[in-house]
């Protein structure tokens, strides 16, 4: 099973469910995009995927309209916003807080250097499920100098 195969089946089993849900087809053409676009940083050890983030980098008007419920079109840029949002993120519960989370944290700041807010839903937070830092607060909890 491929890494995108295996996002793919996340997806659509265990990762938590959307208003709209793509197809299984749909969804394996997405992630493939993103993929390829540099948005999905995947850690795979022995040919199985051991974690995985997904992010868009968006303006503040999508963020925004986001917030709002507000669908973005399949033709809008994903690729060059201010705003990084962390749209899905999955590691393997025998893999957290180890390597694999270290790995994608680093790669995921070192693809977004030019990034202004970080933001992030995390649905198991039902009393703050937004979350959203500036650069200078992700820099500051990472210890990172620029």
Not at 91 to 117: G, V
């Amino acid at each position: 099973m491929t890494p995108i195969e295996r996002i793919t089946e996340l997806y659509e089993t265990e990762l938590p469910k959307l208003a709209v849900m793509l197809s299984h087809d749909e969804a394996i053409q997405y992630f493939e995009r993103l993929f390829m676009n540099g948005n999905i940083i995947t850690v795979v050890e022995n040919e199985e995927l051991k974690g995985f983030i997904e992010f868009w980098k968006i303006s503040y008007e999508q963020f925004g309209r986001l917030c709002a419920n507000v669908t973005l079109d399949h033709s809008e840029n994903l690729l060059s916003g201010p705003v990084c949002l962390i749209t899905r993120m999955w590691i393997s519960p025998d893999e957290r807080m180890s390597h694999t989370f270290y790995h994608l944290a680093s790669q995921f700041l070192m693809r977004n250097k030019t990034a202004e807010h970080f933001a992030a839903m995390q649905f198991q937070k039902k009393h703050k499920p937004l979350q959203v830092y500036s650069r200078a607060e992700v820099l500051k909890h990472y210890k990172i100098k620029e």
